[in-house]
């Protein structure tokens, strides 16, 4: 008898029975497969005796990975369990969520991005390189999993704030993938990273005989995007119903390909847009300790790249929004970049940068800027540890009650500030986020629990409400929705602890409701590619996959 696998979409799909099961990892229950199962399937004698509970799986799992005695340990642990059985590793990471992040995020994930040579196991994902120009759709097709609704793709050339990782940086749409999955309940079935290798710049990895991508330089100009607008069209007659999400390419690519595709296929760029949607619900939460509105908030951006200016961009529409002039808005948010504050006067700034070039004098630095604006906000995406050093907060202390400072920049080893040096060089006054988690700390007597300005506050939820309406476009409008949504969740006590975002565990529900958001404004505007349903969280709900094993007999 052939058994069939139910699956959402009501299709019946034939089952695999005995080891090619236990080897499937959508598939595999281990040690959970009943005793009917195991007798109907061909697994008897394939599995010891007895029958385990997820939950007991789930325990067996975090024994073993608090044994490890480091974080990439860890992080193979896990990707390992990936590979073998997707329903638990998730049942896994939507029970520690807090404690997993960072291993299956930043910062971990970039350690793993740089050795992702040297700790290669299995394959996950697709990786289309220069080489296959051409047919690209052919390798498209080559994928197993039919129905795609969300790819992450990288080019590797901005890993976090590491550079360029060539083909290692693969580990990024892998690990933002599973936080879709994990956060927002994306089917992991419906989902694809792709690794776009075109070359790298990075001499340590040309020379290194295990590093696993192409050995040239990067394919650049014209050529490089030929190559990106292959793939979309592929994607685009393959997968026609995916979300495309562009993750850490460089800044020099980024902005030219969100502007060339946002239009015309389903798709966003995080770096500059979700990133921008955290900070604004970050820069809501903080009103509510500041008393101080967004419009009247002066924001000084150390960094002018894919983050920083994303943000800009989105702070100057909401401001808007809340009625400043488009001129009066551009003019609170300044930015210092490595050649000091960003001003009309300067020679050939690249383009993304001139919205933001005010008229007034130059300044070096991001001290002298700091003292002539006198800004309520700092924002760190520059990739410069330490640069919000301690003269930096104590100027900001002393020009402002409640400084703001988040210090955005990933990983850890890259962040402006840390928690505990904010909290301490402001007296305990810091309004603090940051990219990459820190632990609460005392200052002062007072424990401070400090906000993670993380984008997977957002972007799996903006996916989902993609997703469940099967909107056309993804619309800055729908970022700003996003960010309302986020902020409103944030409880008086988690502001009552310095932390200025939800709590992670309450991730799912938070996901969901920025779900239903999105999909509002995609109905509202008319880019939905479905009818409103009169109940439109319960759309959402339905679109999210829990973690739970199917029974299959
Ligand atoms: P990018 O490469 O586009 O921009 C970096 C900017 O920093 C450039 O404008 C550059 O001129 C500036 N910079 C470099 N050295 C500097 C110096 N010494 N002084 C002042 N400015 C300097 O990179 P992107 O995408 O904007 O990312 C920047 C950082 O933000 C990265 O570490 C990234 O991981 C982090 N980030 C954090 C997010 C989050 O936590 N939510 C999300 C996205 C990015």
Redesign the pocket.
């Known amino acids: 008898m052939t058994h069939h696998l139910p699956n959402p979409a009501g299709l019946q799909q034939a089952l695999p029975s005995g080891a090619a099961l236990l080897h499937d990892p959508l598939l595999n229950k281990g040690t959970a497969f009943t005793l009917a199962e195991r007798h109907a399937l061909g697994l008897e004698g394939l599995l010891p005796p007895h029958v385990h509970t997820l939950e007991e799986q789930v325990a067996r799992v975090m024994d073993n990975y608090r044994n490890k005695q480091t974080d990439l340990e860890r992080y193979i642990h896990l990707v390992s369990l990936q590979d073998r059985n997707e329903t638990l590793f998730y049942r896994v990471v939507v029970d520690h969520i807090e404690e997993l992040m960072p291993i299956i995020y930043?910062p971990t994930v970039g350690q793993a991005c740089q050795q992702w040579g040297h700790l290669f196991r299995r394959p996950r994902g697709l990786y289309v390189s220069w080489r296959d120009r051409g047919r690209i759709a052919a390798l498209l097709r080559n994928w197993p999993h039919g129905d795609v609704r969300v790819i992450v793709v990288t080019d590797g050339e901005?890993?976090?704030?590491?550079g360029d990782q060539g083909v290692g940086g693969m580990g990024i749409p892998v690990g933002k993938l599973s936080l879709y999955t994990a956060c927002a309940g994306i089917d992991p079935a419906r989902t694809l990273p792709v690794m776009l290798d075109v070359g790298t710049e990075n001499e340590g990895y040309l020379r290194d005989p295990l590093y696993m991508g192409l050995r040239q330089k990067r394919v650049r100009g014209p050529d490089f995007d030929a190559f990106v607008g292959e793939f979309i069209e592929a994607v685009r007659e393959v997968m026609p119903r995916a979300l495309i999400q562009f993750e850490?390419f460089?800044?020099l690519n980024?902005f030219r390909l969100l502007e060339q595709w946002r239009e015309k296929v389903c798709t966003f760029n995080?770096?500059?847009q979700?990133?921008a949607a955290?900070?604004l619900a970050g820069l809501y939460s903080a009103q509510r300790l500041t008393g101080k509105k967004l419009r009247e908030q002066t924001i000084l951006f150390?960094?002018?790249?894919?983050?920083?200016?994303?943000i800009g961009e989105l702070i100057v529409s909401a401001m808007i929004e809340e009625g400043a002039t488009p001129e009066e808005a551009r003019r609170r948010c300044w930015?210092?970049?490595?050649?000091?504050l960003v001003v009309r006067s300067r020679k050939g700034m690249?383009a993304h940068?001139l919205r933001f070039a005010h008229d007034a004098a130059p300044a070096p630095?991001?001290l002298s800027a700091l003292e002539a604006l006198a800004p309520t906000a700092i924002v760190?995406?520059?990739?410069?540890a330490r640069?919000f050093n301690r003269p930096v907060i104590e100027a900001m202390a002393r020009v402002n009650d409640r400084p703001i400072v988040f210090a955005?920049?990933?990983?850890t080893s890259?962040?402006e500030c840390t928690a505990e040096e904010a909290y301490g060089w402001s007296g305990g006054r810091a309004v603090f986020a940051?990219?990459?988690p820190f632990p609460p700390c005392a200052v002062g007597g007072k424990t401070f629990v400090p906000g993670?300005?993380?984008?997977s506050y957002i972007f799996p939820g903006v996916g989902l409400g993609v997703v469940a309406c099967q909107a056309r476009h993804v619309t800055d409008r729908m970022f700003a929705a996003a960010a309302r949504t986020l902020a409103e969740l944030v409880e008086p006590s988690d502001l009552a602890m310095g932390r200025i975002y939800p709590s992670l565990t309450r991730i799912r529900e938070v996901s969901a409701r920025i779900g239903v958001a999105v999909a509002e404004v995609a109905f509202r505007d008319g880019l939905a590619g479905i009818e409103r349903p009169a109940d439109v969280p319960a759309l959402v709900r339905g679109a999210m996959w829990t973690p739970e094993y199917p029974v299959y007999v």
Do not use: H, M, W, Y
């Open positions: 930043t901005r890993i976090l704030g590491l850490d460089a800044n980024a995080d770096d500059i979700g990133t955290v900070t150390l960094g002018a790249g894919e983050a920083g200016v994303g930015f210092v970049d490595s050649q000091g690249a940068k630095d991001l760190g995406v520059s990739t410069v640069a955005l920049s990933n990983p890259k962040s940051s990219g990459s993670q300005g993380n984008n």
